[in-house]
């Protein structure tokens, strides 16, 4: 399993705008400009982010962006779900995967389950707030 730059992105958006939540709505060009990323970029990201209520915005003068939430309930597994769409290391565990025919005679298939155990449990545990912490 490979974290694309949309998944890398989202996280680094939604820990700057936690890290300001304090001064309102805050412009993603501020955002880009900080984390030094590309608003155009930027701008396919927001709405996956809007749409499924992590973030709110507005459009024009004023407008800018915030979390919709506290930064200790956003878990970083389920951004990069909404981000990545899955976090199995293999295709066959994926969510959308049809169960495999060599899955009860497949010697790597406990290997890989317990390698996405490790992963989800690890990710499940960490919040936006705890990135913050590490990065003060």
Known sequence: MM????GRYALRVMIDLAEHRDEGL???KDVAQRQDLSLKYLE???PVLSKN???E???GK???YRLTRAPEEYRVSDILRLTEGDLAPVACLSCD???CQREDSCRTHPLWTGLYDVITNYL???TIADLMEKNT
């Open 26 to 28: 805050i412009p993603m």
């Open 57 to 59: 915005g507005t459009h």
């Open 44 to 46: 396919r990201i927001l």
């Open 124 to 126: 499940d545990h960490v």
């Open 3 to 6: 974290i694309s730059s949309r």
């Open 97 to 99: 995967a049809e169960k």
């Open 53 to 55: 209520h992590y973030i």
């Open 62 to 64: 004023g407008g800018g």
